[in-house]
């Protein structure tokens, strides 16, 4: 299939990819803040801690331990606004979990394109969980955060079946250029956008740099049948939503986007095909016990997603039968 990138001023912003064994680096663009042609140029020492960083706010949701002061009162801002917040993170991080091992499973998907990978948390990468499941399984991570980018390659230090891209995932064409003979484009690949949409300052419903419009870029260049995993919070309640977008913004500098209703997400993943359990609280999605509860939160907030899959080119978005899930692997 033809990648079909949209043209924008910020299509030029370089795009580069590390294979994460040391000795095999590689970059499709110089020059770019954390970057350069080895992993040793970059560095955590880069990282601006002076304003909170939407991946150092996630860690400490999740209790991890790369975050600073001005993350942490983010964070701290956030709970007070979402009292469950931490659980609907781990919640979210738990979905993932499952979505991706049963892809790499019980489905045979053998390729993982992780768009705003975050830093590595301490339950599960996705990397460790699709190659448990399936040795072999390739994985790239991409993220625009250098920081982010430094802490990849130190985890992934030796796992050759793993590639880091740091790049904009509203470049798709530039990200699916960057991974080239990683991937074999030819079998789907599963595309996970976990708690990254929501960072994208654009929101028009017609914005080609807002969350539906990257997910449908994306789902143009993927391979057809192509799973597509989105997560994120979600709240009803337009003051919940207000305060959040304000407390997230104002922390990040500007670099943040917007928390969005239920149906903002049903707007993102309008064109993939939806299997049931379809779109809704993540804690329903094959959970691993049946009397697995949703968190409760009473500001309203919930983790939502759901799991698709891209149609490829000429076939138009509907409802299949396979809850996402069906074999990929091939021959
Ligand atoms: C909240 S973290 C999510 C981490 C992980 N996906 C998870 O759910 O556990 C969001 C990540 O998206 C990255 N990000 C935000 N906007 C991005 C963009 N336009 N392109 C690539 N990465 C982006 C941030 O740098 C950050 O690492």
């Known amino acids: ?36 042609g080895s992993g040793s140029e970059v560095r955590p ?3 601006d801690t002076t304003v909170a960083r939407s991946a150092r706010v996630h860690d400490w949701l999740l209790g991890g331990v790369e975050n600073y002061a001005p993350d942490r009162a983010a964070g701290a801002a956030l709970v007070e606004v979402v009292p469950g917040a931490r659980q609907l993170a781990h919640s979210g991080r738990a979905f993932l ?27 599960g990468n996705v990397h460790e969980v699709s ?26 230090d030796d796992n050759a079946d793993t590639l880091i891209v740091g790049g904009d995932i509203r ?3 530039a990200i699916r250029e960057a991974i080239g003979g990683f991937f074999d484009w030819d079998r789907p690949v599963a595309v996970l956008m976990a708690n990254v ?20 870029d994306w789902a143009a260049v993927l391979p057809s049948g192509s799973p597509v995993v989105i997560q994120q919070m979600v709240c009803a309640d337009a003051g919940v939503r207000e305060t959040v977008t304000a407390v997230m913004t104002g922390a990040t500098g500007g670099r943040w986007g917007r928390m969005a209703t239920p ?29 697995a509860p949703g968190p409760l939160c009473p500001s309203g907030a919930a983790a939502w997603g759901v799991v698709g899959r891209a149609p490829g080119a000429g076939s138009p978005p509907g409802t299949v039968g396979d809850g996402g899930l069906r074999s990929g692997r091939g021959p």
Not at 98 to 105: E, F, M, W, Y
């Open 1 to 36: 299939m033809t990648a079909a990138p949209r043209t924008t001023a910020a299509q030029a912003a370089p795009v580069r990819a590390f294979p994460a064994s040391r000795g095999s680096m590689r970059m499709t663009s110089p020059g770019e803040p954390g970057g350069g």
């Open 45 to 47: 020492a880069l990282q």
């Open 97 to 123: 979990r499952r979505a991706v091992g049963l892809l790499a499973g019980e489905a045979g998907i053998g390729q993982f394109l992780d768009l705003g990978c975050g830093l590595p948390v301490l339950d």
């Open 131 to 156: 190659q448990a499941a399936c040795p072999g399984t390739r994985v790239v991570y991409v993220d625009v955060d250098p920081v982010v980018l430094a802490h990849a390659f130190t985890t992934l």
């Open 171 to 173: 470049h798709p064409g």
């Open 197 to 216: 949409l929501d960072c994208l300052p654009a929101d028009g419903a017609d914005d080609p740099d807002g969350p539906a419009g990257v997910v449908r």
């Open 263 to 291: 149906g903002d997400l049903g707007r993102y993943a309008a064109p993939l095909h939806i299997g049931p359990p379809g779109l809704g609280d993540v804690t329903r999605w094959r959970p691993d016990s049946p009397a």
